[in-house]
């Protein structure tokens, strides 16, 4: 059958190489020459046979025609002038038959005003776009994904559900700042994913999401999707606390690592929830008013003690999910004691899967190794000067303060920030724009965090 798709385009597609499958898959009018129409295209490897299953009334199945020998198919609807709703059926070279919703079909969840604060660095709740949410678009219930990679060739969502095959769902670019999004209608909480991104050169690398809320115990890596739905009962504590945060008022801090402090008799780590129990009492009993939790973010490296984070929005699975880490600060607050979390904006690990060369390029990272690589701990460095990056790490500070009730953040290692020689020899850093050794970016970024958190929660340390 004729097409009015390029041979290029298809083996593009069905390669896993073609930047925009968005304009080529799902619906689409018919080209200019072709009369009035409709034409849906789809790709499913490995599908013998696909059929297009309308849901629309007077419509009936139509069998699609295969383009592509891998399982690229196309159906025509002539007279047809607008997308209707439909679902894909195919079987394989085996026989097996599935029926599943079509991706490509649904619409961007993201608004323009969302994009343009994204790329003006002042989306601070980045978090409930990007990353990985329950969404339900034209009724139909799924999981939204986004990802900021601007200089990716393709991302894809991969996972179980899709034989961890690239190919299958490569994601919807917004060029105008490098955020890519899709819908996969059926998925829900538990799912493991992970982007697999496609460099400007070499082969695809898979990547943990940046604003994962949930992942696999280390040394596993991959994402998971989680409801972040709780019903708390700190309410008289939320309602006093600017109250016990006034500077007249006392205050007694215990700083603990969790995963230390106690466990149980064979080593095991407790779940946050009988830590609150014992913590709540101890500190308590002591007379200290708040406790400082070393990093809980979620972290590979375990004797980083957290100090080497690769999930920013999500606490570590080690003491369980994040609705135990919700009722574990519910429970302190319920006690009358407030819950400190050490927050590290300062550097991250080298870890292949986290957010080192993230698109193939030096993106949450300085490109000068002089500003990139932090010598004493092995790390990277942020790029606080680039709005996307500090756009990032607001949203973290403020994401903790919003959904898991926080009472402050002690920013950690501000020393390794604030200057661009710090544990450098001479000829090994970079001098400022007026020759000196501050990190004027850095300053900038913390001037900024102080007056976003101070905007968004005035009552918290």
Not at 27 to 38: D, I, N, Q, R, T
Not at 297 to 313: K, N
Not at 370 to 379: I, K, L, S, V
Not at 407 to 416: E, H, P, Q
Request: proline share 8%; with cysteine; net charge negative.
């Amino acid at each position: 059958m004729s097409t009015s798709l390029t041979p290029e385009v298809i083996e593009a597609i069905m390669r896993g190489e073609h930047g925009d499958p968005v304009a080529v898959l799902g619906p689409h009018a018919l080209p200019e020459g072709e009369g009035a129409g409709l034409v849906i295209r789809a790709f499913r490897p490995g599908a013998a046979t696909m059929t297009v299953v309308p849901l629309a009334l007077g419509l009936r199945d139509q069998p699609m025609t295969r383009i592509h020998p891998e399982g690229v198919f196309e159906a025509v609807f002539p007279g047809r002038r607008e997308a209707f709703p439909y679902r894909l059926r195919w079987r394989d070279g085996e026989g097996h038959e599935s029926e599943a919703e079509d991706e490509y079909r649904f619409g961007s969840r993201l608004s323009d005003y969302d994009l343009y604060l994204m790329g003006e660095g002042r989306h601070y709740q980045e978090y409930e776009k990007l990353g990985a949410h329950l969404t339900e678009m034209d009724g139909v219930s799924g999981v939204s994904f986004g990802v900021w990679a601007p200089n990716a060739r393709r991302v894809s969502v991969v996972g179980d559900f899709n034989g961890w095959d690239g190919r299958v769902h490569p994601m919807r670019l917004h060029p105008g700042n490098g955020i890519w999004e899709i819908f996969i209608p059926g998925l829900g909480v538990g799912t493991l994913y992970k982007f697999e991104v496609l460099p400007p050169e070499g082969p695809p690398v898979l990547k943990a999401d940046p604003y994962a809320f949930a992942f696999e115990l280390p040394p596993r890596t991959a994402s998971i999707v989680t409801d972040l739905a709780y019903e708390w009962r700190d309410a008289a504590w939320m309602a006093t606390r600017a109250e016990k945060h006034a500077l007249d008022a006392p205050l007694a801090i215990y700083e603990v690592h969790l995963g230390s402090w106690r466990r149980k008799a064979g080593g095991e780590f407790l779940r946050y929830q009988e830590l609150a129990q014992e913590l709540a009492a101890y500190v308590k009993a002591m007379g200290y008013t708040h406790v400082e939790l070393l990093p809980i973010t979620e972290h590979p490296f375990y004797g980083s003690w957290g100090y080497q984070p690769i999930g920013l929005f999500a606490p570590t699975c080690r003491h369980g999910s994040p609705q135990d880490f919700m009722a574990f600060v519910d429970t302190l607050h319920q006690h009358g004691i407030g819950v400190i979390l050490d927050w590290v904006p300062a550097h991250f690990p080298q870890d292949p899967h986290g957010l080192i060369y993230f698109d193939g390029t030096h993106l949450y990272e300085h490109a000068d190794p002089r500003q990139r690589e932090h010598p004493d701990w092995g790390t990277r460095i942020f790029n606080y000067g680039r709005n996307e990056v500090a756009n990032f790490l607001l949203g973290s500070a403020l994401f903790w303060l919003d959904t898991y009730h926080l009472d402050g953040l002690r920013v950690d290692a501000v020393a390794s920030m604030l200057y661009l020689d710090y544990g450098r020899k001479p000829g090994e850093w970079i001098p400022n724009a007026h020759g000196g050794n501050e990190n004027l970016e850095a300053i900038a970024f913390l001037k900024r965090f102080n007056e976003v958190v101070y905007q968004y929660h005035p009552d918290v340390m």
